[in-house]
């Protein structure tokens, strides 16, 4: 059994999605349109970096924009919007989801949402229950996703990013481990 050091009074995972929206701001605050909207080609990072902000910023605003409702569909999302495009309309929206992420935080992690998923492109929608805590989990999870592959497309371009952006908690926290044993001579962990 996994256990916090402190009691979860508060959605634990809104205030790092909040984070996570608040980098990728900065990344995206960078970006010419020319670069927001540049194909990928046909390597392993497809599509554009625009393409990759509107959809995990669909995830985000299905679960924080819906959470009183108490119903999730992160399948209804909208395809080639301004957010996909424009790089500043999606600072905006990255702006009011950061908003959404902050005052998430205050609601409880066990509070019950339904999640609306469908299994197969020829089938109906089934409803699942879960929690708000296990649905930040996924958005964060998701955000930290698609922001591996900005990282990837962004430096294919050149473009200088923040050190972090881009990897999982697990990882950086492994890296800093790794740092401190190398630096006391313990050992030389691989990253």
């Known amino acids: 059994m996994v256990t916090n050091a402190r009691p979860l009074h508060s959605a634990p995972f809104a205030i790092p999605l909040a984070d996570l929206l608040r980098e990728l701001a900065?990344?995206?605050?960078?970006?010419?349109a020319a670069q927001?909207?540049?194909?990928?080609?046909?390597?392993?990072f497809r599509g554009t970096i625009g393409g990759h902000v509107r959809h995990c910023l669909d995830h985000a605003r299905a679960l924080l924009d819906t959470i009183d409702s108490g119903v999730?569909?992160?399948d209804a999302r909208d395809r080639g919007t301004r957010i996909e495009l424009d790089p500043g309309a999606a600072r905006d929206e990255i702006h009011r989801l950061r908003t959404l992420a902050e005052s998430a935080a205050q609601k409880s992690p066990d509070l019950t949402v339904f999640v609306r998923v469908l299994p197969t492109r020829?089938?109906?929608p089934v409803q699942l229950r879960s929690t708000l805590g296990r649905e930040l989990g996924f958005v964060?999870?998701?955000?930290?996703?698609?922001?591996?592959?900005?990282r990837g497309m962004a430096m294919a371009m050149g473009i200088g990013?923040?050190?972090?952006?881009?990897?999982a908690p697990s990882t950086l926290a492994h890296q800093t481990m790794c740092q401190s044993r190398a630096a006391s001579g313990e050992c030389a962990c691989a990253h």
């Open 26 to 32: 900065g990344v995206v605050g960078q970006l010419t």
């Open 140 to 150: 964060l999870s998701h955000t930290i996703h698609h922001n591996a592959m900005i």
């Open 36 to 44: 927001y909207n540049a194909p990928a080609g046909e390597s392993f």
């Open 72 to 74: 999730i569909d992160y």
């Open 161 to 167: 990013l923040p050190q972090s952006f881009g990897y």
């Open 122 to 124: 020829d089938g109906a």
